[in-house]
T-cell receptor
């Protein structure tokens, strides 16, 4: 399967600042990547589908102006949490789309907003 | 609707078999998946099954699919302490030209020595 990395693995920031999380597909050209968030002891919630060279598709209830996604190349998608607040603290995980309809996940990024 | 349900917790002795169950609601799912998540880590794809199959075996893992009852199970033979983790069942939902995965809430497997 595809090898996926995320950077940083954890980040602590002050309320009101913006944080960028990178998702890289190391051995696979990914036209499509996905961004999820996971609260403690809960399941994964799909935030958006990131498409290379075009706008991301956001799930209902996810603010696109708050969670900016950029997929500028076939190996890199970024998620920027703008004006972060404590309620944005979560575990953010990306995945790359492979065949057939399978996803390979990154190791996740833990965001803590103070 | 889109809903995937799993039991929350399973405890087994090392060497025994573990069976984790899952039910889903969307009969049009093309694939069903089992993922493993260890503490603080991402998800590892264990196996997946195409919806027109009843069973798939991969080393210690056996997946059974009952499409009529919308029931999926994962059997782990000779369970080891390293198998302790959270196991997520997921179904794929086709939407226009794309798809998305719907995950269950996860089953925490504890393997006792």
């Amino acid at each position: 399967g595809a090898v996926v990395s995320q950077h940083p693995s954890w980040v602590i920031c002050k309320s009101g600042t913006s944080v960028k999380i990178e998702c890289r597909s190391l051995d696979f050209q990914a036209t499509t990547m996905f961004w999820y968030r996971q609260f403690p002891k809960q399941s994964l919630m799909l935030m958006a589908t990131s498409n290379e060279g075009s706008k991301a598709t956001y799930e209902q209830g996810v603010e696109k102006d708050k969670f900016l996604i950029n997929h500028a190349s076939l190996t890199l998608s970024t998620l920027t949490v703008t004006s972060a607040h404590p309620e944005d603290s979560s575990f953010y995980i990306c995945s790359v789309d492979s065949v057939p309809d399978t996803q390979y996940f990154g190791p996740g990024t833990r965001l803590t907003v103070l | 609707g889109e809903d995937v349900e799993q039991s929350l917790f399973l405890s087994v002795r090392e060497g025994d078999s573990s069976v984790i169950n899952c039910t889903y609601t969307d009969s049009s799912s093309t694939y069903l998946y089992w993922y493993k998540q260890e503490p603080g880590a991402g998800l590892q794809l264990l196996t997946y099954i195409f919806s027109n199959m009843d069973m798939k075996q991969d080393q210690r893992l056996t997946v059974l699919l009952n499409k009529k009852d919308k029931h999926l199970s994962l059997r782990i033979a000779d369970t080891q302490t390293g198998d302790s983790a959270i196991y997520f069942c997921a179904e794929s939902i086709r939407k226009d030209s794309s798809y998305k995965l719907i995950f269950g809430s996860g089953t925490r497997l504890l393997v006792r020595p």
